[in-house]
Antibody, heavy 118, light 107 residues
């Protein structure tokens, strides 16, 4: 059974940093690209970042470019999102997702909540 | 970035109704268009990928069509479990972008 479990969320102040993790199981992790998608409270979905199977190719939403860094450790079946210079508008539930054929997300984790507040 | 615009933003329908949701891209995205369903407190679930391919395990009452800039998600006969929010997503170019969502409510 495919499982994606996010962790690392919490309450931080503007300007602080946080590192999210996503533990994957039930599939061959290094066969798949992965993404982070977030959802602010009561709002819609926003794709944040994606990474290819070997970590060489990455992409970011304009809203996080230069502040967030996606990475992966295939030996640990883990995906990460380093979030620096956090802003109030980064407050959201952050989901990791497995990308099928590099073009759609077929499995999602339940998410980890990040709250940025002064 | 490619903007995705869904219509309507919300709709009320009855069980058994045929429901159509549209999604328009700000530029051509070929068939790189996916549809997701999200229920309150749950993670999104993919219904349709590549504009018209039904994800494994998804009921056949869901269908997708379109290419270029205009796309449609159709539910042929709405069931009680289909009341949810639906999102389109383009994966033609990074950054991938979602539509604002369409909430399907019970009439």
């Amino acid at each position: 059974e495919v499982q994606l479990v996010e962790s690392g969320g919490g309450v931080v102040r503007p300007g602080e940093s946080l590192r999210l993790s996503c533990a994957a199981s039930g599939f061959t992790f290094d066969n798949y690209a992965m993404s982070w998608v977030r959802q602010a409270p009561g709002k819609g979905l926003e794709w944040v970042s994606g990474i290819n199977w070997n970590g060489v190719s990455t992409g970011y939403a304009d809203s996080v470019k230069g502040r967030f860094t996606i990475s992966r450790d295939n030996a640990k079946n883990s995906l990460y999102l380093q979030m620096n210079s956090l802003r109030v508008e980064d407050t959201a539930l952050y989901h990791c997702a497995r990308d099928r054929a590099g073009s759609y997300s077929d499995y999602w984790g339940q998410g980890t909540l990040v709250t940025v507040s002064s | 970035d490619i903007q995705m615009t869904q219509s309507p933003s919300s709709l009320s329908a009855s069980v058994g109704d045929r429901v159509t949701i549209t999604c328009r891209a700000s530029q051509s995205i070929s068939s790189y268009l996916n549809w997701y369903q999200q229920k309150p407190g749950k993670a999104p679930k993919v219904l349709i990928y590549a504009a018209s391919s039904l994800q494994s395990g998804v009921p056949s009452r869901f269908s997708g069509s379109g290419s270029g800039t205009d796309f449609t998600l159709t539910i042929s006969s709405l069931q009680p479990e289909d009341f949810a929010t639906y999102y389109c997503q383009q994966t033609y170019t990074i950054p991938w972008t979602f539509g604002q969502g369409t909430k399907v409510e019970i009439k």
